[in-house]
């Protein structure tokens, strides 16, 4: 399975961003979706994630409110919606895949995911 994210860019502050997430080789329907972010110099953390069905998402507490992850299974896609982005927002996004079926709160972990995509650069100016 190969991951496809796109949608970066420069953005200022408080304007919006949709990422995509593409995956070849599985649909979205059979896959749990994350997205984490890494920083110059920090650990890449977890974002988002939402469950196989899609039922289920969770949110780090910085984005809770701001950012909504989706899937749209015909389009075989994923989403990041991001509004009111923040320069603290700037990073690499990453979205990630796994077939494990679990509960929503095992997606928050880097170690759950066994697909990853090639990241994409999101850029937030005060």
């Known amino acids: 399975v190969q991951l496809q994210a796109s949608g970066g860019g420069l953005v200022q502050a408080g304007d919006s961003l949709r990422l995509s997430c593409a995956p070849s080789?599985?649909?979205?329907?059979?896959?749990?979706m994350g997205w984490f972010r890494q920083s110059p110099g920090k650990e890449r953390e977890f974002v988002a994630a939402?469950?196989?069905?899609?039922?289920?998402?969770r949110y780090v507490d910085s984005a809770a409110g701001r950012f909504t992850i989706s899937k749209d299974n015909a389009e075989n896609r994923a989403y990041l919606q991001m509004m009111s982005l923040k320069p603290e927002d700037t990073a690499i996004y990453y979205c990630a895949g796994t077939l494990t079926f679990s509960t929503v709160s095992v997606y928050t972990r880097r170690e759950t995911y066994a697909y990853w995509g090639q990241g994409t650069q999101v850029t937030v100016s005060s």
């Open positions: 080789g599985r649909s979205t329907a059979s896959l749990a």
């Open positions: 939402i469950s196989r069905s899609g039922g289920s998402t």
